[in-house]
């Protein structure tokens, strides 16, 4: 009788199986491992330096000056800032001493100019004795008024060494200022006719006092006329430096224009050139210098022998 030996045959199966398993599990392992060993070759591996050389530390560089932009510390959209010139101007004459302010838009000459100008009898100068010296003289613009009888206006500076202190009061020229009438100039027409009957002098100019500051001027008015043309002026004379200075206004009108100008305001003209006058001012000269000297021994006269 056959026997069926069922506890070996499941012996070996369960043999069998697990060998099976362990190649299976070793197989999985060995899958494993190679996967890892893969994933690790991949990193970088890090450099080990036995000696690390030291690294030279890089000098500190001066940082360059760079220029500031000043444009770009001016806020965005500001406009430039404009600066006007004064509106009047100095003039300043060292070798006499004369200062004066000017608007800027007056024209000014000076020197030979000046003097020309005056000798064209535009403001003749009012000294008692000749020598006077043309140092400035300042007109005002025609374009101020257009279309009017104005002719000219100007302020006038001069100067006579030649003069003494009680000189300098004093005035010759034109006749002072009159009004323009007939009953005026019939008055005056009687009394030169009875001046020149009666041998007496004819009358002076009428002269007042000023004050510009602290100097004190001596002032007289004049009125010419010519046809339908008048000129008027004023003079100032003051004696500083040991000269006569003299200060001339005049405004002159009657031109005729084709539109037939109206009469302009002589009193508003003479108005602006006064401010011109109000500006004036006179620097004392130095003292001359005074050098010591021996004093001079008088010669002894020497009386001859007998």
């Given at each position: 009788?056959t026997?069926?030996?069922?506890?070996n045959?499941?012996?070996?199966?369960f043999?069998?199986w697990?060998?099976n398993a362990s190649?299976?599990?070793?197989a999985a392992?060995?899958?494993i491992?190679?996967?890892?060993?893969?994933c690790?070759?991949d990193?970088?591996k890090?450099?080990?330096?036995?000696?690390?050389?030291p690294?030279?530390?890089p000098q500190?560089?001066?940082?360059?000056?760079m220029?500031?932009?000043?444009?770009?510390?001016?806020p965005?959209?500001k406009?430039?800032v404009v600066r006007?010139?004064?509106?009047t101007v100095?003039?300043?004459?060292?070798t006499?001493?004369?200062t004066f302010?000017y608007p800027?838009?007056?024209a000014i000459?000076?020197?030979d100019?000046?003097t020309?100008l005056?000798?064209s009898n535009?403001?003749p100068?009012n000294f008692?004795?000749?020598?006077g010296i043309?140092?400035?003289?300042?007109?005002?613009?025609?374009?101020?008024?257009?279309?009017t009888?104005?002719?000219?206006a100007?302020?006038n500076?001069?100067m006579?060494k030649r003069?003494?202190a009680e000189?300098?009061?004093?005035?010759?020229?034109?006749?002072?200022k009159?009004?323009a009438?007939e009953?005026?100039?019939?008055?005056q027409?009687e009394?030169?006719?009875?001046a020149?009957t009666d041998?007496?002098?004819?009358?002076t100019p009428q002269i007042?006092k000023?004050m510009i500051g602290?100097?004190e001027?001596?002032?007289t008015?004049?009125?010419t006329?010519?046809g339908?043309?008048?000129q008027?002026?004023?003079?100032?004379?003051?004696?500083?430096?040991?000269?006569?200075?003299?200060f001339?206004i005049?405004?002159?009108?009657?031109?005729?224009?084709d539109?037939?100008g109206k009469?302009?305001?002589?009193e508003?003209?003479?108005?602006r050139?006064?401010?011109i006058?109000?500006?004036?001012?006179?620097?004392a000269a130095?003292?001359?210098?005074?050098t010591a000297?021996?004093?001079?021994?008088?010669?002894?006269p020497v009386?001859?022998?007998q």
């Amino acid at each position: 009788m056959t026997r069926i030996n069922l506890s070996n045959t499941r012996e070996t199966s369960f043999l069998t199986w697990g060998k099976n398993a362990s190649a299976l599990v070793f197989a999985a392992v060995l899958i494993i491992c190679s996967i890892a060993v893969g994933c690790s070759s991949d990193k970088p591996k890090p450099i080990t330096i036995n000696n690390p050389v030291p690294a030279a530390e890089p000098q500190a560089q001066p940082m360059p000056t760079m220029p500031v932009a000043q444009a770009e510390n001016k806020p965005a959209g500001k406009k430039p800032v404009v600066r006007k010139r004064p509106a009047t101007v100095n003039y300043a004459d060292k070798t006499y001493g004369v200062t004066f302010e000017y608007p800027r838009r007056y024209a000014i000459e000076t020197g030979d100019a000046a003097t020309q100008l005056i000798l064209s009898n535009a403001i003749p100068m009012n000294f008692v004795q000749p020598g006077g010296i043309a140092l400035a003289a300042v007109e005002l613009p025609e374009t101020n008024y257009v279309n009017t009888d104005f002719s000219s206006a100007f302020f006038n500076v001069s100067m006579n060494k030649r003069l003494t202190a009680e000189q300098c009061g004093q005035f010759s020229g034109p006749q002072a200022k009159a009004e323009a009438t007939e009953a005026k100039t019939e008055v005056q027409a009687e009394a030169k006719t009875e001046a020149k009957t009666d041998s007496t002098p004819a009358a002076t100019p009428q002269i007042s006092k000023v004050m510009i500051g602290d100097m004190e001027l001596k002032s007289t008015d004049t009125l010419t006329s010519d046809g339908s043309r008048e000129q008027e002026s004023k003079y100032y004379h003051v004696f500083e430096n040991g000269a006569c200075y003299e200060f001339a206004i005049k405004v002159a009108t009657g031109v005729e224009t084709d539109e037939g100008g109206k009469a302009v305001d002589r009193e508003d003209i003479f108005k602006r050139l006064e401010k011109i006058l109000a500006t004036v001012k006179i620097t004392a000269a130095p003292a001359p210098e005074v050098t010591a000297s021996a004093p001079v021994t008088p010669a002894v006269p020497v009386t001859p022998a007998q």
